[in-house]
């Protein structure tokens, strides 16, 4: 599907609830100190997950930030049933670089009120989720002052979490983000989710664990790409019933599975690397792509 169609066909489960001066307003108010990086760029505030986390003043600022925040369906489970969501910041690509050496989401757009905290429930099939960001042939111009590091834009699934034995799932779903254009929020960029899901997730994680450890001497990710490739037929894994997606076509996003030739993510376009921009205005005094 073109980038075009499908922003339009995911535009549609949009929650865009503030104007762009109601968002600045609220950056300008949660944007502490406390949450800028070495190089003195803004961040989202984000919660210290300790055992005291109420005694953090920048915790009560988090989730008074977090709660403006739209929540979003974002995988269901398809051994089970449960529906997972998070809190993402759909108005801005701003923040949504990689801050850490993986592509993976662990939450950091999440916030569970009632136990105040950004650790996520999930369901006991969970593996893990990862993320990609397509620019859609867009250069992301709002990020002049910033520095951008961030996932590879063309979505793939990892064999290595898709065994038959146990028996293994991914799901895949998308939303816009969006950027101001004529003082409105405009849908210009594509997030694309895989989340991953098993009848026995301690085996496949274990067994790739120990792969990798042997191989590498280390692990880093509570999800690792041990193939030699990734893999980009996407059609093939929905042919072959490993991958499934929430239906864009539907208000509350069942899951769908068939026939491969519904499946809405093919032919994407972009850089199968992760992504790492800078703004003209960036210390380095370097703008564009590299």
């Known amino acids: 599907?073109?980038?075009?169609?499908?922003?339009?066909?995911?535009?549609?489960?949009?929650?865009?609830?503030?104007?762009?001066?109601?968002?600045?307003?609220?950056?300008?108010?949660?944007?502490?100190?406390?949450?800028?990086?070495?190089?003195?760029?803004?961040?989202?505030?984000?919660?210290?997950?300790?055992?005291?986390?109420?005694?953090?003043?920048?915790?009560?600022?988090?989730?008074?930030?977090?709660?403006?925040?739209?929540?979003?369906?974002?995988?269901?489970?398809?051994?089970?049933?449960?529906?997972?969501?998070?809190?993402?910041?759909?108005?801005?690509?701003?923040?949504?670089?990689?801050?850490?050496?993986?592509?993976?989401?662990?939450?950091?757009?999440?916030?569970?009120?009632?136990s105040a905290s950004f650790e996520p429930v999930r369901c006991e099939h969970f593996l893990g989720v990862e993320g990609f960001i397509n620019f859609n042939g867009l250069e992301?111009?709002?990020?002049?002052?910033?520095?951008?590091?961030?996932?590879?834009?063309?979505?793939?699934?990892?064999?290595?979490?898709?065994?038959?034995?146990?028996?293994?799932?991914?799901?895949m779903h998308s939303l816009p983000i969006c950027r101001v254009e004529s003082n409105k929020f405009v849908p210009c960029y594509s997030l694309f989710m895989v989340t991953y899901f098993s009848e026995n997730t301690h085996i496949v994680r274990e067994r790739n664990w120990r792969n990798y450890n042997e191989n590498m001497g280390r692990i880093s990710s509570l999800m690792l790409d041990l193939s030699s490739s990734r893999d980009y037929d996407l059609r093939r894994w929905v042919a072959d019933g490993k991958l499934l997606w929430l239906d864009l076509e539907q208000d509350d996003l069942p899951l769908k599975s068939d026939p491969p030739e519904a499946f809405p993510y093919t032919n994407i376009q972009g850089s199968r690397a992760k992504i790492k921009y800078r703004g003209k205005n960036h210390p380095k005094g370097y703008r564009g792509f590299f």
């Open 1 to 114: 599907m073109e980038s075009e169609a499908l922003i339009k066909l995911t535009s549609r489960h949009l929650k865009l609830d503030m104007t762009p001066e109601e968002y600045k307003a609220l950056w300008d108010k949660f944007a502490i100190p406390q949450f800028m990086t070495s190089g003195g760029f803004q961040l989202r505030p984000y919660m210290k997950i300790t055992e005291d986390w109420y005694m953090h003043e920048e915790n009560k600022i988090a989730l008074e930030f977090w709660r403006h925040i739209p929540n979003y369906i974002t995988a269901r489970c398809p051994l089970c049933g449960e529906v997972f969501t998070e809190r993402m910041d759909t108005y801005s690509l701003e923040d949504w670089g990689t801050k850490y050496d993986s592509s993976f989401f662990f939450g950091w757009h999440l916030i569970d009120e009632e």
């Open 140 to 171: 992301p111009v709002e990020l002049d002052p910033s520095y951008y590091s961030g996932p590879a834009e063309v979505p793939s699934v990892m064999g290595v979490f898709l065994p038959d034995d146990p028996v293994s799932y991914a799901v």
